[in-house]
């Protein structure tokens, strides 16, 4: 009997080791989403056309350049950059990865501001893919060879320009040593253009939605 009453008494140990235990797989970082709105129609919110775009890229940004060899003369007017913790760059296949000083600088607002969102809305980090940045117009011209969309006048060659995916996203891992959930694309792109959205209004960026190419063309308006 007693050995009956002295096992009786482990069950709700027993029972709190097991909850604690699940509790511990539970405190992984897992997405709870609230209060995304995005835009009501990205065409309607990001229509800023390449003659619009232009006109301050030529205003404030480099003169057009004829190769990467002319692309290293211009470093001193550029700033180089790289794989950081608000962004990526993709493979660039048509592009370098330069900016003027404002652009770069609002690179890594957009992609800083993006995760403060999503930390603020109980989704996951991600970080923005760069697909596109400087051009040259031996670049424009290869481009030009397999995409009919590619402007001959490209904001790109002005290192004022680049490109982010709406497509594709990177995902964080692990937070605090935790696997982390996935976000579907089509969240991540509405948190993103309400980033885009707010920067665009206070007269940060120009931002042109492409449908075809599966990014956001945004051009500085701050040198």
């Known amino acids: 009997m007693k050995d009956t ?8 140990l027993c029972f709190l080791l097991l909850a604690l235990g699940s509790c ?15 835009v009501i129609s990205y065409n309607r919110e990001f229509n800023d056309l ?8 030529q205003a404030i940004g480099i003169p057009i350049i004829a190769d990467r060899e002319a692309a290293e003369k211009m470093k001193k007017q550029l700033k180089e ?5 608000n962004y990526v760059i993709d493979s660039l296949t048509h592009s370098i990865p330069f900016l003027i000083p404002g652009a770069a600088k609002l690179l890594d607002t957009i992609g800083s501001n993006f995760n403060d969102s999503l930390e603020a809305k109980g989704l ?3 970080r923005i893919i760069v697909t596109s940045v400087l051009r040259t117009q031996h ?29 594709r996203f990177l995902k964080t891992d692990k937070v605090n040593g ?16 309400e980033v885009l959205r707010d920067l665009k209004k206070s007269g940060e960026c120009y931002v042109k939605h492409e449908r075809n190419q599966g990014c956001f063309h945004i051009t500085t308006r701050k040198s």
């Open 81 to 85: 950059i790289a794989d950081c913790e």
């Open 24 to 38: 511990g797989e539970k405190s992984m970082k897992m997405n709870d989403p609230h209060n995304i709105k995005g």
């Open 139 to 167: 670049d424009v011209k290869r481009l030009r060879r397999t995409n009919g969309n590619a402007s001959e006048n490209s904001t790109h060659m002005h290192g004022t320009t680049f490109d982010i995916s709406w497509k």
């Open 5 to 12: 009453l002295a096992a009786l008494k482990l069950i709700p």
């Open 50 to 57: 390449n003659d619009t775009q232009l006109k301050v890229a």
């Open 124 to 126: 996951n980090p991600n």
């Open 178 to 193: 935790h696997p982390t959930e996935a976000v579907s694309a089509d969240t991540l792109k509405m948190v993103l253009s």
